[in-house]
C-alpha cells in the first residue's frame, strides 16, 4: 500500500467553520492532490501540490485553500463551511514520473450541516 | 480540453457473465495515459491499469483484458466470468503530458457502477 493517510476520517461541522482536512504520505513523493467526489460527478481535482510551497488550483477549487510547507504533508482548509462541500475528500500522491497513476488515501466523509 | 465518458452509469450482471466497461476520451496532445480505478463498495479507490498512447497492445491480466483503440478514442474494460467481488464504481481517467502543462493531473470519468448478482 502507498504510505499516504487522510485525517480524520470523518467529520460533522456547522456551516460558516473553518475546516482543516489533512493528508500525510510517507513516500516522498513530489506531487500530490485534493479531490472531492460526489454522486453524478465522479472525482473532481480541488488543487494540487508539486513542490514544498508550490500549489495551484484544479477544477473546483473556490472555497479551498491549501498548504505544504513539508513534502510529507497537504493540508486542505475550507475557510467557511457550506453545505455544498458536503463530500468525501480524496487525497492521491504520485511519483515524479510521467503518466504515473494516483494513489489514494482513504478519503475523508465530510458533512456540513 | 480533455474530457472522460464513461456513458453507463450502472450496469448489472448475473455471475459469470462477460461484461465491458466503455470509456471514451477527448485529447488534443498525442502523448497522454489512460487509467483504469475500481472503487469497493468499502470506499477505496484502487489503481487497476495505466495505459500510454503509443502503446496500443491490449492487455490481460486474469479475468480482466482492456481494450485500446485510438482510432475511436477509446480505451474499454472487460470482465470476462464476472464474480460478486468485481462489484464496485470503476473509474476511467486521462492524463497528458506532465510537462505540457498539465502536471499530470487526472482527468476522471463520472464512473461505471457495476453490480454482480448471485
Known amino acids: 500500500d502507498a504510505g499516504i493517510t487522510q485525517s480524520p476520517r470523518h467529520k460533522v461541522t456547522e456551516t460558516g467553520t473553518p475546516v482543516t482536512l489533512r493528508c500525510h504520505q510517507t513516500e516522498n513523493h513530489r506531487y500530490m492532490y485534493w479531490y472531492r467526489q460526489d454522486p453524478g460527478h465522479g472525482l473532481r481535482l480541488i488543487h494540487y501540490?508539486?513542490?514544498?510551497?508550490?500549489?495551484d488550483k484544479g477544477e473546483v477549487s473556490d472555497g479551498y485553500s491549501v498548504s505544504r510547507s513539508k513534502t510529507e504533508d497537504f493540508l486542505l482548509t475550507l475557510e467557511s463551511a457550506t453545505s455544498s462541500q458536503t463530500s468525501v475528500y480524496f487525497c492521491a500522491i504520485r511519483q515524479d514520473r510521467e503518466g504515473s497513476p494516483l494513489h489514494f488515501g482513504n478519503g475523508t466523509r465530510l458533512t456540513v450541516t | 480540453a480533455q474530457k472522460v465518458t464513461q456513458a453507463q452509469t450502472e450496469i448489472s450482471v448475473v455471475e459469470k457473465e462477460d461484461v465491458t466497461l466503455d470509456c471514451v476520451y477527448e485529447?488534443?496532445?498525442?502523448?497522454?495515459?489512460l487509467f483504469w480505478y475500481k472503487q469497493p463498495p468499502s470506499g477505496e479507490l484502487v489503481f487497476l491499469i495505466r495505459?500510454?498512447?503509443?502503446?496500443?497492445q491490449n492487455e490481460i491480466s486474469g479475468r480482466y483484458s482492456w481494450n485500446f483503440q485510438k482510432s475511436t478514442s477509446s480505451f474499454n474494460f472487460t470482465i470476462t466470468a464476472s464474480q460478486v467481488v468485481d462489484s464496485a464504481v470503476y473509474f476511467c481517467a486521462l492524463s497528458e503530458a506532465q510537462y505540457g502543462g498539465s502536471q499530470g493531473n487526472l482527468i476522471f470519468g463520472k464512473g461505471t457502477k457495476l453490480s454482480v448478482k448471485p
Open positions: 501540490s508539486y513542490g514544498v510551497k508550490d500549489t
Open positions: 485529447t488534443r496532445d498525442t502523448t497522454y495515459y
Open positions: 495505459r500510454n498512447s503509443f502503446d496500443e
